[in-house]
């Protein structure tokens, strides 16, 4: 089996607020391929940020493997760490509060390229800007006098600056109006095509995921419930909480008339650890069989879901069931 | 055709200091009853012109001109206090973030109460309140009356906004951006209780949203402002199937369908004119179709069909076009 570029392997972090401990990742494992890019999705609360802030390594995760390459960085300390940033780079969901206010957009541009000791600089920073077509002309003004998608294409070229092989995309385009939206996207997947990028692409937009990533993957309560092809899991949505989750998605044709699969109750808090299905106290279908814990059923080759309505017909499941995450 | 519940005309809002106008003659017709969608870029006038409607324009706004007429009545002419009695009681009003709208020192359940007893005229409306938050689907409604907003979650704020809108019966409820910053699934359940509300009072709603999915599900008619100015008008099935100015094919042409994906669109060339402001169309800079009298003379919303309004000066050169040709752009596989 190839290594995959990014593998995520029972990843852990817990954080204690006012004496309560919250489970951000409960057992997180996936593996990315290169060249690949992979959705994530889930609600508010359900850990998207958190591991990403985990795998560029702002976070310290409390237990489980971070591999890149093959190589567990998870431990490593933080002068390794900032070594490794140069392959694995991250774009953050607000430019206006992830870039220095009273920066220049070359300083800000910039600043990776001297941190990460790249050569060349001023080359590379016209080529930069090219790449993310902006002109020439933003180069002395502060973020406050750049338009919303300036902003977040300075963030991107900071992001790809230092020739990152793995990008962590933290919702891109959340603070972008849509006629924007669309051309970040389009620069996103140039960008990976040029420069060989791997992108996990995190985002609470359905629409805008479904149409950037390969892979889906669908997290509730700091668990993954399901992954597979994005093809895969539309078709099929095999998780109870994915198929909530599609039906809830307002599609842009008034002639679509969708039927809304239903919730119960309210979000359940992170600080209650629940054994088996995070999913179960809203779900409308669960059983007892859903607070034991639950394996991965494969639905079709690369696609799994955690749910005992996955489980193929007959028992199979002990063959389907997959514990280090790659499909 | 319906009697509409509240007419905007020609509504002209500045700020101080400021030569050119953030709304320049605002036409809205809001129909008594059903849902009216209000769509368009941050910096549009969206938002500007609903606080105006509900007299709440920030400092320094002012109105230069226009009225806004409700039941034969000009609101620009009322008094505060007498505009205080509208809100609330003939006017509701929601907004992005539900927990900056309610009083973090009082519980929620005080609060519906005191807009129980300020509409009703009744003292004890308490128990009212769990009622209200019963019907608005709050879960364990007899413990969440207690609760401080900070308490709830941001879904649940806007509920108990949702339960204070039901206990007023508003004629008109202006919701703006109500679910943006909620959760899909969240954003859902507000919308269908938003609708089993407008339903049941046969209030009218104008949803102000920047989220053409949600408008293409609630909405029966629906406005696109741009630059301060209302540019089109339509049916939501018209203004879909086939906009008639070019800024709301553009809308059109970036949508993205979770049902159904496609190449991304994108503008053929970059055209960006030189236009002086406050001449000719708002719209004429960036748009692929303009000729130099869109940008020497203003252009008024005309008659394109029925319930069908669009403000641009070549829609009949452009009708037959395909929205992604009116729009200006191409599609290619990246």
């Given at each position: 089996m190839k290594t995959p570029l990014l593998e995520v392997r029972d990843l852990t972090c817990e954080f204690r607020v006012r004496g309560r401990t919250v489970h951000a990742l409960n057992g997180v494992s996936f593996g990315v391929e290169a060249g690949e890019t992979v959705g994530l999705v889930g609600e508010s609360g359900c850990g998207k940020s958190t591991l990403a802030r985990c795998i560029v390594r702002l976070q310290r995760p409390t237990g489980g493997h971070l591999m890149f390459e093959g190589q567990d960085y998870v431990g490593w300390p933080e002068r390794r760490i900032r070594r490794l940033r140069r392959d694995v780079q991250m774009v953050f969901q607000d430019p206006m509060t992830a870039l220095n206010p009273s920066w220049t957009a070359r300083r800000l541009i910039m600043e990776p390229l001297m941190l990460h000791r790249v050569p060349m600089r001023e080359a590379r920073l016209r080529h930069l800007l090219d790449e993310v077509e902006l002109?020439?002309?933003?180069?002395?003004?502060?973020p406050s006098e750049l338009s919303g998608g300036q902003r977040q294409r300075v963030a991107i070229a900071r992001a790809i600056g230092p020739s990152p092989r793995f990008v962590v995309l933290d919702e891109p385009t959340a603070s972008v109006d849509m006629s924007i939206r669309a051309g970040l996207l389009r620069l996103l997947r140039k960008l990976q095509r040029e420069e060989g990028l791997t992108y996990l692409f995190i985002s609470h937009d359905l629409s805008t995921v479904r149409h950037i990533a390969d892979r889906l993957l669908v997290m509730y309560l700091g668990k993954v419930v399901e992954e597979g092809a994005m093809e895969s899991v539309f078709r099929k949505p095999s998780h109870v909480y994915t198929q909530v989750l599609l039906s809830s998605i307002p599609i842009p044709d008034p002639s679509v008339h969708r039927e809304r699969l239903p919730m119960l109750g309210e979000p359940p808090s992170p600080t209650e650890v629940t054994t088996g299905c995070p999913f179960r106290p809203r779900c409308p279908q669960a059983t007892e069989e859903c607070k034991q814990p639950q394996p991965y059923y494969e639905v079709e080759p690369g696609h799994r879901a955690?749910?005992?309505?996955a489980k193929p017909e007959g028992g199979r499941e002990s063959l389907a069931r997959v514990t280090t995450g790659v499909a | 055709m319906k009697a509409n519940l509240l007419t905007v005309e020609d509504l002209t809002v500045a700020f101080e200091g400021?030569?050119?106008?953030?709304?320049?003659g605002v036409n809205l017709q809001i129909p008594a009853d059903g849902w009216m969608g209000l769509v368009g870029e941050s910096g549009s006038g969206k938002s500007l012109t609903s606080l105006a409607i509900i007299g709440l324009l920030p400092p320094g706004a002012r109105v230069l001109g226009g009225r806004v007429l409700m039941e034969g009545e000009?609101?620009?002419?009322?008094?505060t206090d007498r505009m205080r009695r509208v809100r609330g009681s003939r006017i509701g009003m929601i907004f992005q973030s539900p927990r900056s709208a309610l009083n973090p020192l009082m519980t929620v359940g005080a609060q519906i109460a005191r807009s129980v007893s300020h509409q009703t005229g009744r003292p004890n409306a308490e128990k009212g309140a769990v009622e209200l938050l019963r019907k608005v689907q709050m879960p364990d409604p007899e413990l969440r009356v207690h609760a401080y907003p900070h308490q709830l979650s941001g879904g649940m704020c806007q509920r108990v906004l949702i339960a204070m809108m039901l206990a007023a019966r508003p004629r008109l409820l202006i919701a703006d951006e109500p679910t943006t910053g909620l959760d899909v699934t969240v954003e859902a359940e507000i919308l269908d209780l938003m609708h089993s509300l407008q339903e049941e009072t046969g209030m009218a709603v104008l949803l102000i949203t920047h989220d053409l999915g949600i408008v293409a599900e609630h909405c029966g008619q629906v406005a696109v402002m741009y630059g301060g100015r209302i540019v089109e008008e339509a049916p939501v099935e018209v203004m879909f199937r086939d906009p008639g100015h070019p800024y709301t094919a553009q809308l059109m042409a970036t949508l993205l369908r979770a049902d159904h994906p496609a190449d991304f669109a994108e503008a053929v060339g970059n055209r960006q004119l030189d236009v002086p402001a406050g001449s000719g169309c708002c719209y004429a800079a960036r748009?692929?179709?303009?000729?130099p009298a869109c940008i020497t003379s203003s252009v008024e919303l005309e008659m394109a069909g029925p319930g069908h309004l669009v403000a641009c000066r070549r829609r009949q050169q452009l009708a037959g076009l395909s929205i992604d040709e009116k729009a200006g752009m191409t599609r290619a596989a990246v």
């Open positions: 002109p020439a002309g933003i180069l002395n003004r502060r955690a749910c005992r309505l | 400021q030569s050119r106008p953030v709304l320049s000009d609101l620009l002419s009322f008094s748009c692929p179709h303009a000729v």
